[in-house]
């Protein structure tokens, strides 16, 4: 960017965004739109929903079926129309990624699903491909958000579910970070929608 009399510089505004979940959302729906924001484009997006807050209330269930269909999300071949996650776009970025799904557990996160090894429900990759650069889509639970896996940009298809109490927790859950890119709020009530998207420091 070039301003008048100053120097060139550039800005990155990275993607750790807030995908908040209230307890009066339309859980299906939630569901489907969380899983759409941090799996697509193999989560390699400055707009994903990467953390993805949850009210406490119904919590457990969302991150149980956030889990079962992440593990049905299909992985390889990126011509194919059926692949919703291909191979990551170079293998020291894969080794990037790697390095935060080991970390999570370290952290004190669960790993509900995925990783870079292929987990027992997930087919085979054809053999060509078993070099690629594949994650499969992974998430987190029990995850806080002063874990690392929780404040840096991934890059990657891996999620974290954080719970949150009210509307107030939520809002400082979701500005308790260093990016401020994007921001999502799951919620019937029209007034708390307007509330918390005043509120969230997103751009």
Not at 66 to 72: I, N, T
Not at 128 to 143: C, E, I, L, S, Y
Request: proline share 5%; glycine share 8%; net charge neutral.
């Amino acid at each position: 960017v070039q301003v008048a009399g100053l120097k060139k510089f550039s800005m990155e505004l990275g993607g750790k965004s807030p995908f908040v979940v209230f307890d009066d959302a339309t859980l299906e729906r939630a569901l489907d739109a969380a899983l759409f924001m941090i799996f697509s484009n193999n989560g390699e997006r400055c707009t994903a929903g990467s953390r993805i807050l949850v009210q406490k209330s119904i919590y457990a269930d969302f991150a149980a079926k956030f889990a079962e269909r992440a593990k049905r999300i299909a992985v390889g071949d990126p011509f194919d129309e059926k692949t919703i996650i291909g191979p990551l776009i170079s293998p020291a970025h894969l080794a990037k990624v790697r390095s935060y799904i080991d970390l999570g557990p370290k952290e004190g996160a669960t790993m509900l699903c995925g990783g870079i090894d292929r987990p027992s429900y997930a087919p085979e990759l054809p053999v060509a491909m078993r070099k690629g650069n594949f994650v499969w889509p992974t998430v987190f639970v029990d995850v806080d958000n002063r874990m690392k896996i929780a404040q840096d940009e991934i890059f990657g298809p891996v999620a974290c579910l954080i719970p949150f109490t009210d509307e107030a927790d939520a809002i400082r859950i979701a500005n308790d970070i260093q990016y401020g890119l994007s921001s999502y709020v799951w919620t019937e009530n029209l007034g708390r929608a307007h509330r918390v998207a005043a509120a969230i420091e997103a751009g």
